[in-house]
């Protein structure tokens, strides 16, 4: 039970697509090189049916979008903003939280597993709280940034899940899908910090 919400209802037969995060470098801070493996990331992601989730916006973002969509893939993107114009062209689905980069939360909360491509500061965070909450994390090593960093670590030593390296998009990406069964660990731990706000 989380702040009165029963558990779930009961199952459908309706089998949900994964949700597949990509975060990574912004468009100010997004090399060519960076750009075209993330693109093929999103590609990988369509190719097996998956949902592309990003932040909405440029660099790394734009191009996991594009790659999808390239592929036939559906694409939802989650902006900071208020104002739907400021998403990239290749989105599906824009939600506009109008919250800032608090809104890394919510891309975190909405996907069932992360590939981290590239990225600073703003990817570090993101990529800490898909970890609070046990998601299963992989991050494209040579792709520079916090992916070369975090890449086969744990971000803290609670050790909730291990960051796994991959070393090409479509590694990553099927790593991303085989590890989504399994990053529950962080879930009890993100609810016990809950009860105490």
């Known amino acids: 039970m ?3 919400v029963q558990s779930r209802t009961a199952q459908s037969n309706y089998k949900r697509l994964i949700q597949v995060l990509v975060i990574g470098s912004d468009g100010d801070h ?12 999103g590609a990988q992601i369509a190719s097996k049916n998956a949902i592309t989730v990003t932040g909405g916006l440029g660099g790394v973002m734009e191009a996991a979008c594009r790659g999808a969509k390239e592929k036939g893939g559906m694409v939802v993107g989650i902006i900071p903003h208020e104002d739907m114009s400021f998403a990239n062209a290749f989105c599906d689905i824009i939600i506009p939280t109008g919250i800032g980069f608090a809104r890394n939360f919510i891309t975190a909360y909405s996907a069932d597993t992360c590939i981290v491509v590239g990225g600073g500061a703003g990817t570090y965070i993101e990529a800490c709280v898909a970890y609070q909450k046990g998601k299963p994390i992989v991050a494209l090593t040579g792709s520079g940034g916090t992916a070369d960093k975090i890449a086969d670590t744990f971000l803290d030593d609670r050790k909730t899940v ?3 390296g991959a070393s090409s998009p479509r590694e ?8 989504n069964s399994s990053g529950k660990k962080g879930v009890k731990y993100f609810q016990s910090v809950a009860r105490m706000i």
Do not use: H
């Open 162 to 164: 291990k960051v796994m």
């Open 172 to 179: 990553a990406v099927e790593k991303a899908l085989d590890l």
């Open 30 to 41: 997004c090399d060519e090189t960076t750009y075209n493996s993330a693109r093929e990331v």
């Open 2 to 4: 989380f702040r009165g």
